[in-house]
C-alpha cells in the first residue's frame, strides 16, 4: 500500500459517531490532512495544464468545431495577437472540461475518507450524475442555445448591417453560454444532496414554484452572455425543468427514507 493509500485511511470518527459509522478509521494528524490536500491539489493542477497544452496542440480544429454554429459569418482578428490569446483561453477550457473526471477523483480521494456510510451511499451517485448532467449542459448549450442566440442576433439587423465579429468576442458568448449552462444542469443534484440530508422537502419545495419561475428568469437573463430574449427564454425554461426534475428526486428520496 502507498504511504498516500495509508494516509487516505487514516481518518477517524468523531467521539459522537455511531460504531461501525466510519469503517477503518485511525487518527490522523492536521499537517497529514494538509499535506494530503496539497498533494492531490497539485495533481489536478498538473493535469489540467497537461489536458490544456493538449488541446493548444489542436486549438485550431478546437476553434473551427466552435465557429460551426455561426455558419455564414466573417470572423476577424482586431489587434496583434489576438488570435493567440484566443487559442490560450480555447485550450484551457478544453483542458479543464477534460481534466474535470480526475480532478473530482482526487478530490472524491481526499474526502470520502472522512465521510461516514451513509454519506459515501450519497456522493459516489451524485457526482456521477453532476458529470452527466454537465455534459448535458454543454450539449444543449451547444445544439439548442449558442445556433439559437446566433440565429435571433445574426436576423435582427441582417437588413441594416453585415455581421462581421471578432473572434475572441464570439468564442467569449459561446464559451460562457455553454459553461454557465453546464453549471445551472446542477440544480437537481445539489436538490438531490439536500433533500437526502433531510435538509429540504419536496412539498414545500413544489409550493415555491412561482418564485422559481421568476429565479429561472432572473437566473438566465444573468448567465446569458448575450441580452437576446430567445437564449434565455430556453435557459430559463430548462433551469425550470432541471427545479421540477430535482423536486421528484427528493420526493423519491422522501419515500426510501425510513418512516
Given at each position: 500500500?502507498?504511504?498516500e493509500?495509508?494516509?487516505s ?28 490536500l ?39 482578428q ?5 488570435f ?10 478544453a483542458g ?30 451524485a ?38 465579429w471578432s ?8 464559451l ?46 444573468v ?37
Amino acid at each position: 500500500m502507498s504511504a498516500e493509500s495509508e494516509t487516505s485511511a487514516n481518518r477517524i470518527a468523531s467521539p459522537e459517531s455511531s460504531p461501525g459509522e466510519f469503517p477503518a478509521e485511525v487518527e490522523m494528524s492536521l499537517v497529514d490532512h494538509l499535506e494530503e490536500l496539497r498533494r492531490r491539489v497539485l495533481r489536478s493542477l498538473l493535469a489540467v495544464v497537461v489536458a490544456a497544452g493538449a488541446c493548444l496542440v489542436a486549438v485550431k480544429p478546437l476553434v473551427r468545431l466552435l465557429e460551426v454554429p455561426a455558419e455564414g459569418i466573417r470572423f476577424l482578428q482586431l489587434a496583434p495577437g489576438e488570435f493567440l490569446f484566443v487559442s490560450f483561453k480555447v485550450a484551457g477550457y478544453a483542458g479543464l472540461t477534460l481534466a474535470l473526471p480526475y480532478v473530482l477523483y482526487e478530490g472524491l480521494g481526499f474526502v470520502l475518507p472522512g465521510l461516514t456510510r451513509r454519506e459515501r451511499r450519497l456522493v459516489a451517485p451524485a457526482v456521477a450524475g453532476s458529470a452527466v448532467l454537465f455534459a448535458a449542459g454543454l450539449a444543449f448549450a451547444w445544439w439548442a442555445l449558442v445556433p439559437a442566440a446566433l440565429r435571433f442576433l445574426v436576423s435582427y439587423g441582417a437588413d441594416v448591417v453585415e455581421p462581421s465579429w471578432s473572434i475572441e468576442r464570439y468564442l467569449d458568448f459561446v464559451l460562457l453560454l455553454m459553461v454557465a449552462t453546464a453549471l445551472a444542469f446542477q440544480l437537481p443534484v445539489l436538490q438531490l444532496l439536500l433533500g437526502a440530508l433531510g435538509l429540504v422537502k419536496a412539498q414545500p419545495m413544489l409550493a415555491g414554484w412561482r418564485w422559481v419561475v421568476l429565479a429561472s428568469a432572473l437566473a438566465g437573463a444573468v448567465l446569458t452572455p448575450s441580452t437576446d430574449p430567445v437564449t434565455m427564454l430556453l435557459l430559463s425554461g430548462a433551469i425550470t425543468a432541471l427545479y421540477l426534475i430535482g423536486v421528484g428526486l427528493v420526493a423519491f428520496t422522501e419515500r426510501l427514507r425510513p418512516a
